[in-house]
């Protein structure tokens, strides 16, 4: 396979190529990162013009661009709609960064950056199998469709509104996805569950103005006390969640199901590693991995309100907030659960309070059958190129595009993630294991010649 030859020739080109795409900080949700959004959507339009992709183009949206290009040379081979995120998180909270964020830097054999898991050293992966089928055969054995979106971290709020208007462009035989994690290092994974994701935020007034605690306190409603009081009685004591009908329509897995997952490879030491907290604590009669990945949720992301900085202010706050989300299962409905979190928090609240509460998003889960014969080629395209053992597991992130894709064609969705659980994604020190990044490319190379033969 001499294409496996063109990609161990060009490892050190390659990383060196993932760098320079680390160092553009395509944060989407920061107005000011607007110009280093766009700067990224041409790194990767040029990018897959080189890789041999002539027509790839820059589609803008009131939000992010889009990158989309096509190589359709295989008039009897099946048609892959490749998917990935050219954003990436904010940085912060800056100082905890070993090396800066957007300095991609390789330590131990990892690469530390802003984006390297999630999701920029993914899509890479993917670029650089394709461009090696193509430099090495002439043309590609199968049909490529690309699309590679700006927004992923914020929603993919405008994705929505293309896939409804493009539908003939992005049809295909099937969606391949690397934007997941391996069950851990040396397992190779194939994803083929993820939750939805609802999220939330609430507002909760009292006073019309902040008040001195003195003058006031003892008399008057306060926010914060009220806010928090909710907020504790959204679980009980068994970390079930409380709204009322939250968990009606859930799917519970088959025993079958529950047998295959509780005995992957996966150790909860690890687990417990990776989190660092003095222990772990969630819903009762499940494990661990069954909490995470089928079980539906509720977590409050950030609360806020009154006096936060250096010292005393004796202050009664007019205000409190809160951002909530659910992580949903199937077959919740997440507009009904968006209702009945609401309806459940203004009965929580009482009368001397006004309340807010704004649906910020809304995603459906996904999960799937992997009885098409593209996911056995998936499986050996990893055993071959990492030497390992690859498995089926579901995961507990959410991408909106699969969902919609899914929904929209029906076709199989084949998530294959090359992060791992550890690796930092949304947090500080974000990084990929090289060895992840290169057996990446070639099982991804491996994989796209062996779909020719679908
Ligand atoms: N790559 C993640 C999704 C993911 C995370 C899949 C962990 C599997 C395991 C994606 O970039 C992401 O962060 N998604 C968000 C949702 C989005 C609507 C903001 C998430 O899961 O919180
Ligand atoms: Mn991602
Ligand atoms: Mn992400």
């Known amino acids: 396979m001499d294409f496996l030859e063109y990609i161990e020739n060009r490892s050190n080109e390659n990383l060196e190529e993932l760098k320079e795409f680390l160092?553009?900080?395509?944060?989407?949700?920061?107005?000011?990162?607007?110009?280093?959004?766009?700067?990224?959507?041409?790194?990767?339009?040029?990018?897959?013009?080189?890789?041999?992709?002539?027509?790839?183009?820059?589609?803008?949206?009131?939000?992010?661009?889009?990158?989309?290009?096509?190589?359709?040379?295989?008039?009897?081979?099946?048609?892959?709609?490749?998917?990935?995120?050219?954003?990436?998180?904010?940085?912060?909270?800056?100082?905890?960064?070993?090396?800066?964020?957007?300095?991609?830097?390789?330590?131990?054999?990892?690469?530390?950056?802003?984006?390297?898991?999630?999701?920029?050293?993914?899509?890479?992966?993917?670029?650089?199998?394709?461009?090696?089928?193509?430099?090495?055969?002439?043309?590609?054995?199968?049909?490529?469709?690309?699309?590679?979106?700006?927004?992923?971290?914020?929603?993919?709020v405008s994705l929505w509104d293309f896939v409804a208007r493009n539908k003939d462009r992005l049809k295909a035989d099937a969606l391949v996805v690397s934007d997941t994690s391996m069950l851990a290092r040396g397992v190779p994974s194939v994803t083929y569950g993820l939750r939805g994701l609802n999220y939330y935020q609430m507002e909760v007034t009292g006073p019309s103005q902040d008040l001195h605690s003195g003058t006031f306190g003892g008399a008057v409603p306060n926010p914060i006390t009220i806010l928090a009081e909710a907020i504790a009685k959204l679980h009980d004591k068994n970390f079930r969640v409380t709204v009322p009908g939250f968990y009606d329509a859930v799917a519970v897995p088959s025993a079958k199901e529950r047998k295959a997952i509780n005995s992957l490879p996966w150790k909860e030491s690890d687990f417990r590693k990776t989190v660092g907290a003095r222990g772990l604590c969630g819903e009762r009669n499940f494990t661990t991995i069954e909490r995470i990945w089928c079980r539906p949720t509720l977590e409050l992301n950030g609360i806020w309100g009154g006096y936060t900085e250096e010292g005393s202010k004796t202050v009664i706050p007019s205000k409190a907030f809160a951002k909530i989300s659910t992580r949903l299962v199937p077959h919740q409905d997440p507009e009904k659960i968006a209702k009945r979190l609401e309806q459940c928090l203004r009965k929580l609240l009482p009368k001397t309070v006004d309340f807010r509460f704004e649906v910020l998003s809304t995603g459906k889960p996904w999960v799937a059958p992997f009885t098409h014969p593209i996911f056995k080629m998936a499986i050996q395209a990893l055993e071959k190129g990492f030497g390992k053992k690859a498995v089926f597991i579901r995961e507990?992130?959410?991408?909106?595009?699969?969902?919609?894709?899914?929904?929209?064609?029906?076709?199989?969705?084949?998530?294959?993630?090359?992060?791992?659980?550890?690796?930092?994604?949304?947090?500080?020190?974000?990084?990929?294991?090289?060895?992840?990044?290169?057996?990446?490319?070639?099982?991804?190379?491996?994989?796209?010649?062996s779909l020719a033969q679908i």
């Open 396 to 449: 507990g992130g959410s991408i909106p595009f699969v969902t919609q894709m899914y929904d929209t064609f029906k076709v199989p969705c084949v998530l294959i993630g090359f992060g791992l659980p550890d690796e930092n994604a949304h947090a500080p020190d974000e990084h990929i294991l090289l060895e992840n990044y290169f057996a990446g490319i070639k099982s991804m190379a491996i994989f796209y010649s």
């Open 23 to 156: 160092r553009i900080p395509s944060v989407s949700t920061k107005s000011e990162h607007k110009a280093d959004i766009e700067r990224a959507a041409r790194w990767v339009a040029e990018r897959l013009r080189e890789a041999g992709f002539a027509n790839a183009e820059i589609v803008p949206t009131k939000m992010h661009p889009l990158v989309l290009a096509d190589s359709l040379e295989a008039p009897s081979g099946p048609t892959i709609l490749f998917y990935g995120h050219y954003d990436v998180q904010p940085a912060d909270p800056l100082e905890f960064w070993t090396s800066p964020a957007f300095e991609p830097s390789v330590r131990e054999g990892k690469l530390y950056a802003r984006g390297t898991a999630d999701d920029k050293g993914q899509v890479h992966i993917h670029l650089k199998a394709l461009e090696a089928l193509k430099k090495s055969k002439g043309k590609l054995p199968l049909n490529i469709k690309i699309i590679i979106e700006g927004e992923e971290e914020v929603g993919s």
